[in-house]
């Protein structure tokens, strides 16, 4: 590293010939309060550390305000400047990285930010969240920055520097390194605290006040606007709802291996806790998710247009909404979200024409606005995300990044996400007659009826209004409930419906809001709890009903609860004894039930996004989302009126028994050529009773008479056995079913009914590969390799960080370096030199596909390529591409299968993402294919020879095709894995 020349007086802990060349040049930022002990001690422990690990370190001290290190005298606190301040730039110019640690400068506070840079520098901070990896330092640690000011207009003077931002955690100076990015655990699992007590008052108040709905409308999970939904709901009372076109099953898991159908389920969960922290209910319109696409065109053909729309227009006239929103028409996204806001422009006109898509069975609705985010030169409204809601202790941009937060599977996508920025902005699309004057809101102009109008006005407490009365609890309880005495003498929803027509909707949530805010007035808590968590056909179950009286008042309380549970049938209720409870006091019954011998079973959830839609996540949203949904309520007398309190619990219905193997197919390469394989059994008892069973091979039990099955005793409530076994594959040959059946029955001979099953396919694949191969590889974020390397038959490891930095490596034929493996283990970067030393050394080292960002060489770090080699964001989206051969001679292409264009037909998704644009002469080009209209693409596979072995790079998606069975990709990776031994 170059020295620098550096800005002021830093020199506190430098030698007086200043620094020595190459040190690196650390600033730490932090109050160093003389009153907080661990503001003090940290900056030395910091210091000590850091110089162990980098050496030559200079550190040096900066704050608000400046003066002597009280701890060592010796040294000075230079003072931080202002944003306004040009100096400002030259004390982060002068430093390799700041680490943030200590007291006020981390709070980020209105006050705290503003007393220490300035309110007239409002302007000019922005906030970003983003999550770094100190790879330059080589300390390998991953540290998130939840709030850092930057000095956004000033951003490009930033980029003449490489500036790395930490925040350093009391005593903890740099945390252990993780896998990957945050964990299920530390996203989707974590359970979400619903919102009670005051704020959930707060918020049934706030809901009387805004009568009209604001429906987010995204292409997939993750690309709702979630800070312009929690201002909406939060701030403004209004109800909001999220759409959805897909699931996201399409997409890619930075968190684990989920594919597909799975994928689709974990992001549909996180959607729904993403809801629940908006305040929003859930939408989804069950359109299939094909994987990034670049064409209008292909993403209405692969949706369907037709059908598409009517799934739009459906949504609208069951929604009603006022108000559309919709994210910004940015080709960078892909083709899915320009094609959704062509979709939502034509439904907005036909969701208000009766002769539409009658078949939906809904009454036509006209939406009031379509908005359509932009920038702030476009902009018609403006949201202030940086309001700051008391009642929560956060800001709105917060609330809404909370939200984005839960969605792991996007990784730091996430935390770049559109909630990074305190404003929003947006135009008016339809309708196109009307202006909305710059800075409107975007409920501005928007008015009921008079008669609506009176009807729904906000109740009042004397001469304040209910939000301001909340103190007033007796007082406020009386008001709310006069209110609903007088809106429940109106009569059921079906004489609201005769009466109000579509805006009927509007005052049955008003009612609703009015309930809840004298639920949460009152302090009354309702829960619902069932006794088992999976449940099987024909099993009793007990469900446990709580209410907490938290008021000072006695009152009267029933239970509404289903009288059975039956399927394909709507639950019939059946009135509880009326009970009196008394000030802070619980009561709890329980009531028993069977689900019937035909309930439909729920787990796996595959079924539950086909045949659900709609999610209440802002309403009442269960704990688990997924399963059969029972609702119970709680009746609550209250000055002559009764509240009705809801409580959802979903039933997860399993199958009375299970029997998963893995893998779960077998390749033979012909069906004369016979190979051993081995195979793992789970079995699973889910009922109430121990079983003593036995596991059935039928296929080998068909071809062999002294064939005895493997007998199991499997424990009762969740009890597992697994059970090893190998097979000699094929079993049974054409045209006899080569498939292996696996049965789980009861055991004694006279048993021939199966309790569960299960197939093992065979394929035959045509695949040659070497039976005496042993590779090494290191997983990305799933073991699609580790699998397929199974199938081949090749003896293979998976090597973690300490292998590879001591181990023997020139035992391997191969070793293959997975899908962001370099993002997903950013130790690998520390011990690239020694993997490219085997290649160098003989071995062969292929890379599959990896990002950019986590591609590029920084300040410090070498690059991982041994030629130079470029990466970029450039994709080849359609799945049926062409794709040419350049050298089909090279032994990539022809060694030990003749690789040719029909090897890529049948792929899913899409050929290749993140392919290199710029190479070195070194490599040579493969393969060559591009998207229709677009120039050709020759980067997705290149081979260098690098000293006595091979360097291969290769974009394209051989992992999902591995995953997809696809055989053309295992005949590619058994020429991969075989390239130094066969040569």
């Known amino acids: 590293m170059s020295s620098r020349t550096e800005s002021g007086s830093e020199g506190c802990s430098r030698a ?28 030395l422990i910091f210091e000590r550390e850091i110089k162990k690990r980098l050496g030559d370190a200079v550190v040096s001290l900066r704050s608000p305000i400046g003066g002597p290190f009280q701890p060592d005298p010796r040294r000075t606190v230079k003072r931080i400047v202002r944003f306004e301040d040009p100096l400002f730039y030259d004390q982060i110019l002068g430093v390799d990285a700041i680490v943030l640690g200590g007291g006020d400068i981390i709070r980020f506070d209105d006050w705290a930010l503003a007393g220490l840079y300035g309110s007239s520098a409002d302007e000019a901070i922005r906030l970003r969240f983003m999550r770094v990896f100190l790879y330059d330092l080589g300390l390998l640690a991953q540290v998130l920055l939840d709030r850092a000011a930057f000095a956004y207009s000033k951003m490009n003077r930033l980029a003449r520097t490489s500036l790395l931002l930490s925040l350093a955690l009391s005593l903890g100076v740099f945390p252990s390194p993780r896998r990957g990015f945050a964990s299920k655990s530390e996203t989707a699992a974590t359970p979400i605290d619903t919102e009670r007590g005051a704020a959930a008052l707060d918020q049934a108040l706030r809901d009387l006040s805004n009568p009209f709905t604001v429906m987010s409308v995204a292409a997939h999970p993750g690309g709702e606007d979630t800070g312009t939904l929690a201002y909406c709901r939060k701030k403004l009372g209004a109800r909001t709802v999220s759409v959805f076109a897909t699931r996201g099953e399409g997409g890619d898991s930075a968190t684990g291996s989920e594919f597909d159908d799975e994928l689709g389920l974990t992001k549909t969960r996180e959607a729904l806790e993403a809801s629940e ?91 009031r606005r379509l908005f359509q985010q932009t920038d702030e030169s476009a902009a018609g409204v403006t949201i202030n995300l940086a309001e700051y809601d008391r009642v929560r202790g956060k800001t709105y941009a917060e609330l809404g990044l909370m939200a984005l937060r839960r969605y792991g599977t996007l990784g730091p996508r996430a935390e770049l996400g559109p909630d990074s920025t305190s404003r929003r902005y947006y135009k008016l699309v339809r309708p196109s007659v009307e202006t909305l004057e710059h800075g409107g809101s975007l409920f501005t102009g928007l008015s009921l009826s008079e008669r609506l109008s009176r009807e729904m006005a906000p109740p009042r407490v004397g001469d304040l209004s209910a939000s301001e009365a909340i103190g007033q609890t007796d007082a406020l309880i009386g008001s709310l409930a006069n209110a609903l005495i007088l809106k429940q003498a109106q009569g059921p929803a079906s ?197 003593d069973g036995a596991l059935w091979i039928v296929s080998r039990a068909m071809i062999s008479d002294d064939y005895e099955p493997e007998s199991v005793s499997l424990p009762a409530n969740g ?159 359609v799945e049926s591409a062409p794709v040419k051969i350049v050298s089909p001679d090279h032994p990539l292409m022809s060694k030990p299968n003749r690789i040719t264009a029909r090897d890529f037909d049948g792929w899913v998704r899409e050929r290749a993402d993140y392919l290199p644009v710029e190479w070195a002469t070194e490599y040579t080009p493969l393969l060559e294919s591009s998207d229709p209209g677009e120039p050709s693409l020759k980067g997705g596979l290149l081979v260098a020879r690098y000293g006595k072995g091979y360097y291969v790079y290769t974009s394209y998606s051989w992992n999902r095709q591995l995953h997809a069975i696809n055989l053309g990709a295992y005949r590619m990776l058994a020429n991969l894995v075989s390239l130094a031994k066969g040569n």
């Open 719 to 877: 009890g597992e056995v697994e059970l090893d076994f190998k097979l000699s594959l094929p079993l049974l040959k054409p045209p006899l079913a080569p498939d292996v059946l696996i049965e789980l029955r009861r055991r004694g001979s006279d048993s021939i009914n199966a309790l569960a099953s299960t197939k093992i396919r065979i394929i035959e694949s045509g695949v040659d590969a070497p039976g005496d191969l042993t590779v090494g590889y290191v997983r990305g974020a799933d073991d699609s390799l580790g699998l397929a390397l199974t199938q081949l038959g090749a003896a293979h490891s998976e090597l973690e960080a300490d292998y590879i930095r001591s181990g023997d490596l020139s035992r391997f034929d191969c070793i293959l370096i997975d899908r962001f493996a370099y993002h997903f283990r950013p130790d690998l970067t520390k011990y690239n030199k020694r993997l490219l030393e085997y290649a160098k050394r003989g071995g062969a080292l292929v890379v599959f596909s990896q990002n950019p960002t986590d591609w590029k060489a920084g300040l410090l770090r070498p690059p991982l390529a041994p030629f130079p080699l470029t990466l970029s964001d450039k994709r080849i989206t």
């Open 277 to 367: 922290l908006t305040g929003s209910d859930a939408y989804f319109l069950n359109l299939p998710d094909f994987g990034f696409s670049k064409s209008i065109e292909e993403t209405l053909a692969v949706w369907g247009r037709e059908e598409a729309l009517r799934r739009l227009v459906k949504a609208l006239r069951s929604i009603r909404p006022d108000i559309i929103i919709i994210g910004q028409e940015n080709t960078a996204l892909g083709a899915h979200g320009q094609a959704l806001f062509r979709l939502v422009v034509e439904a907005y006109d036909a969701a208000a024409e009766n002769g539409r898509f009658p078949e939906t069975g809904l009454d036509a609705w006209q939406t």
């Open 495 to 691: 004489e609201l419906r005769e009466r109000y027509g579509g805006d009927s909707l509007r005052l049955i949530r008003y009612i609703q809001s009015l309930e809840r805010a004298i639920r949460f007035a009152l302090g009354v808590e309702f829960d619902v709890k069932v006794s088992r968590r999976l449940l099987v056909p024909g099993q009793k179950f007990a469900v446990t009903l709580a209410v907490r009286n938290g008021s000072g008042r006695q009152l009267p309380v029933a239970f509404q609860v289903p009288r059975s549970i039956e399927q394909g049938k709507p639950d019939q209720y059946k009135q509880s004894e009326v009970k009196v409870l008394s000030p802070s006091v619980a009561l709890s019954e329980v009531y028993e039930y069977q689900l019937p011998e035909n309930a439909a079973v729920t787990v796996p959830y595959a079924k539950d996004s086909e045949e659900n839609d709609y999610y209440p996540a802002g309403s009442f949203a269960p704990l688990e989302p997924f399963g059969r949904r029972v609702v119970f309520f709680a009746e609550v007398e209250i000055e002559r009126t009764t509240i009705t309190i809801p409580a959802t619990v979903t039933l997860a219905v399993a199958p009375k028994f299970e029997v998963v193997v893995a893998p779960k197919f077998a390749l033979v390469k012909d069906w004369s050529t016979s190979r051993g394989m081995n195979f793992k059994a789970r079995l699973i008892n889910h009922t109430s009773e121990a079983l």
């Open 16 to 43: 007086a010939n200043g620094p020595k060349q190459g040190a690196i040049s650390i600033a730490q930022w932090g109050t160093f309060d003389l009153a907080n002990f661990g503001d003090l001690l940290f900056p």
